[in-house]
Structures are given as structure tokens and as C-alpha cells.
């Protein structure tokens, strides 16, 4: 069975950083591309971020130069580093197994829940 378990998120104060988790189980992780999505209060779903299994990254114009996207291969393991946030990134973030357009995903974790407030 396939498992996506998104871990990490939390409260933060605009300018801090944050470092999300997906751990990965039920397939071969390091032959799927997989994706950040997140979720703001009302809004719909927005690609944040991708990486293939040849580790190439992409970016949403909104968090190029802030985020970083990673993965351990070794340890099933999705990261999203994020740095430099702005209440405008509060979202509740998915990971999802695919790359490009987020209706293409076929997996997807639960999520978990950034606030940036002060």
C-alpha cells in the first residue's frame, strides 16, 4: 500500500524557517518524481514545488530562492526546506507522488499545517 506521511510543520514567525518531512512507503521511491502542494485557508491547491528521480528541481515563482526541495533516496524520505516565510505561505502542504500538473498526482499524503504568524 502506498503511504505518503507528511511531518514537520507548525507555527513560525514571518522571516523563519521551516523544514518539512514525507515519508514514503509501498513503492519504489527513488524511481518516482514527487511533489510539494499546499493548500491556503480558502484557497485552492497550488504546486509549490517538484523533484524528479533524477533529483532536477523545479519551483513555483511564489517560493524560487526561498524553498528547497529534496530527497533521501536512501531513506524513502521527501524534504521541503522553507526559508524566509511570509504569512502569505500558511498552508496546510501535501506531498504527492508525480510531477506537473497537480491533478496528474496519483498519491497523496495527509498533509501538514504551516502558520506563519506573529
Known amino acids: 500500500v502506498v503511504q505518503l506521511v507528511e511531518s514537520g510543520g507548525g507555527l513560525v514567525q514571518p522571516g523563519g524557517t521551516l523544514e518539512l518531512s514525507c515519508a514514503a512507503s509501498?513503492?519504489?521511491?527513488?524511481?518516482?518524481?514527487m511533489t510539494w502542494v499546499r493548500q491556503a485557508p480558502g484557497k485552492g491547491l497550488e504546486w509549490v514545488a517538484g523533484i524528479k528521480a533524477d533529483l532536477v528541481a523545479y519551483y513555483s515563482d511564489s517560493v524560487k530562492d526561498r524553498f528547497i526541495i529534496s530527497r533521501d533516496n536512501f531513506k524513502d524520505i521527501l524534504y521541503l526546506q522553507l526559508r524566509s516565510l511570509k504569512t502569505e505561505d500558511s498552508a496546510i502542504y501535501y506531498c504527492?507522488?508525480?510531477?506537473?500538473?497537480?491533478?496528474?498526482?496519483?498519491?497523496w499524503g495527509a498533509g501538514t499545517l504551516v502558520t506563519i504568524s506573529s
Open positions: 509501498g513503492f519504489a521511491f527513488s524511481n518516482y518524481a
Open positions: 504527492a507522488r508525480g510531477v506537473g500538473l497537480v491533478e496528474t498526482m496519483d498519491f
